[in-house]
């Protein structure tokens, strides 16, 4: 036990985990619809409908789904109001 715990404890101050958790995070970025920006015009969800969605109760625009992102940047170029970022 005592040897899996330092194997571990090697594992999580090891550079190339850090690494990994880096190249992650850029390969993954966070799509982020600012509230106040948004007039729900629904352009986003027009050209990336996987992604966008407007909420029919606050008719601002929701990311429903980070992980189908081929035409966020789409999105991000025809919102009026420079809502959307993916960072
Ligand atoms: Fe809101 Fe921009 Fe989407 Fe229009 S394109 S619904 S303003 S996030």
């Known amino acids: 036990m005592r040897l899996i715990k ?3 404890r090697q594992l999580a101050d090891s550079p190339s985990i850090s690494i990994e958790v880096e190249m ?3 390969i993954k ?3 982020k619809i600012d ?3 948004c007039i729900g015009c ?3 969800e027009a050209v990336c409908p996987k992604v966008f969605k407007l909420n029919e109760e606050t008719f601002k625009s929701e990311a429903i789904d980070a992980d189908n992102d081929d035409c966020v940047q789409e999105a ?3 919102c009026p ?3 959307i ?3």
Do not use: F, L, W
């Open 6 to 8: 330092y194997y571990i």
């Open 24 to 26: 992650t995070k850029r």
């Open 29 to 31: 970025p966070m799509i």
């Open 35 to 37: 509230k106040e920006k």
């Open 42 to 44: 629904g352009s986003c």
């Open 76 to 78: 991000i170029d025809i």
């Open 81 to 83: 109001t420079q809502a």
């Open 85 to 87: 970022t993916n960072e």
